[in-house]
């Protein structure tokens, strides 16, 4: 009889698992046709980038986009919207760059000052160049650095179809170059821009960061094939000089703010999910996919849940933080307000890798909660959706920096195709046009998906 009364529970408990099953595929199709056929993420990124433009943190167009990013949310049925006090550095790039070899015909060469780098005062800087792949490289130059620019060369790996792993094997060179530099006594630091395109002749900038103690030089970078041509006229004439003039400088401290909206859970509602992503950008292109697409794309995926009548079981907390590009201001003060108050965030949802076709999450947890994500989501996705990336990996920049106070915290980094994000991140090629939007709408859908699970199974992920 118990073997018979055994059977019958678990038949009946694997019908339900079955049943749930269904009811979530079913949800699925709900939130990929709404998203598809209503989705307004395309619409709302064409006016953040064409009408408010690039919003480097600190800027007039930074508030313009706080603004009207809050008037965005005040028009969703959220419990609550309001803006959260950030002070942050102000940067600004001020005149247009100008660089090239010296000699009687000049060649011109594309730059960009890196985030925060200073400026050459308005004369600029002439000096002998230095060309080395990796800045160990220069321990043999000793000090043969001193009075000249640095230039640090080291191609992209176009091998790896993982294109954030080539951006990782060169990132560090970008942020520690400056200093290594000014210790050796260089006047200037060029570094070969992170392109994922060896024939870009767009500098693509980013940040970069001085070491208390050590002169500040001028950081730039330079583009793939002013790269090339810079290395040829070297090869050529080992002694060729070359003249950098940039006008960047910081401006002081600011006030600025997060962008957070809340819908309210109606069985944990002291339980947070955290979604969202940066809506500062750098101020060349439009910022139209680093990080547009994440922001009004995270928006839309709630927005979808909220057309479809959905009521969430935890609090849904939208944020948008304020200066990840040149500081993560916004999201070390989250983390901070998180903390204080005690806030119980139970997992997180970070979206900044583009608007491209989405491929996946990586996920911060452990490897017993992946493998559960795998086995009970992933079918759910990858078929009809073609979504089939759920690996451990990184929880995204924001999230990473707030999360060091919540370890417990699972997280989900959206993870678009990611071929061609290294060819306009961080340009001038950043721009709407670059943006498809069935692309935008179907990566939409996948996070609506995926909040759709985690606040359904919250419980099965701690």
Do not use: C
Request: glycine share 10%.
């Amino acid at each position: 009889m118990k073997t018979l009364f055994s059977t019958f529970i678990l038949g009946a408990l694997f019908s339900q698992a079955v049943q749930a099953q269904d009811n979530d595929a079913t949800m699925l199709d709900k939130i990929y046709t709404q998203s598809f056929y209503h989705g307004e993420a395309y619409d709302n990124l064409h006016y953040l980038t064409k009408t408010i433009g690039h919003r480097i943190a600190g800027s007039q167009k930074a508030e313009d986009a706080v603004v009207w990013s809050k008037s965005l949310m005040e028009k969703l049925p959220f419990d609550k919207v309001y803006l959260q006090d950030v002070q942050l550095p102000y940067w600004d790039r001020g005149k247009p760059e100008e660089a090239y070899v010296v000699g009687a015909k000049k060649q011109a060469l594309n730059i960009l000052a890196l985030g925060g780098s200073v400026g050459t005062g308005s004369k600029g800087i002439t000096a002998e160049v230095i060309e080395v792949e990796l800045l160990s490289d220069l321990k043999k130059y000793g000090d043969a650095v001193r009075g000249k620019i640095v230039f640090v060369n080291k191609t992209w790996d176009e091998s790896l179809v993982e294109t954030g792993a080539a951006y990782g094997l060169n990132s560090g060179q970008r942020s520690r170059g400056p200093a290594e530099v000014a210790k050796l006594g260089g006047v200037a630091y060029l570094f070969r821009s992170l392109s994922s395109s060896s024939q870009d002749d767009y500098p693509h900038t980013g940040g970069t960061r001085y070491v208390n103690g050590i002169d500040s030089i001028p950081a730039l970078a330079i583009s793939a094939l002013s790269a090339t041509r810079l290395s040829e006229a070297l090869k050529a004439n080992p002694k060729a000089k070359v003249f950098l003039r940039n006008n960047s400088a910081w401006k002081g401290m600011v006030n600025s703010h997060n962008v957070i909206a809340e819908w309210r859970g109606t069985e944990k509602p002291d339980e947070i999910i955290t979604i969202g992503g940066h809506i500062d950008s750098w101020d060349v292109g439009e910022g139209a996919h680093d990080n547009g697409t994440g922001t009004m794309g995270t928006l839309d995926a709630i927005r979808t849940l909220m057309k479809l009548g959905y009521k969430p079981k935890h609090t849904i907390r939208l944020v948008f933080y304020m200066n990840e590009e040149n500081g993560v201001n916004g999201s070390m003060k989250y983390g901070e307000v998180a903390l204080a108050k005690n806030e119980k965030i139970i997992a997180a949802i970070e979206s900044d890798a583009g608007g491209f076709a989405p491929r996946g999450f990586d996920i911060k947890a452990s490897a017993e909660k992946v493998q559960w994500i795998q086995k009970q989501w992933k079918p759910l996705f990858e078929e009809r959706f073609w979504v089939s990336r759920f690996l451990q990996g990184s929880p995204g920049v924001d999230s990473g920096i707030w999360g060091a106070h919540f370890p417990n915290t699972v997280m989900f980094n959206f993870r678009p195709d990611p071929h061609r994000y290294f060819d306009i991140h961080h340009t001038a090629k950043d721009v709407f046009e670059a943006v498809d939007r069935r692309e935008l709408q179907s990566g939409v859908a996948a996070i609506a998906s995926l909040l759709y699970l985690v606040d359904q199974q919250a419980e099965q992920l701690h």
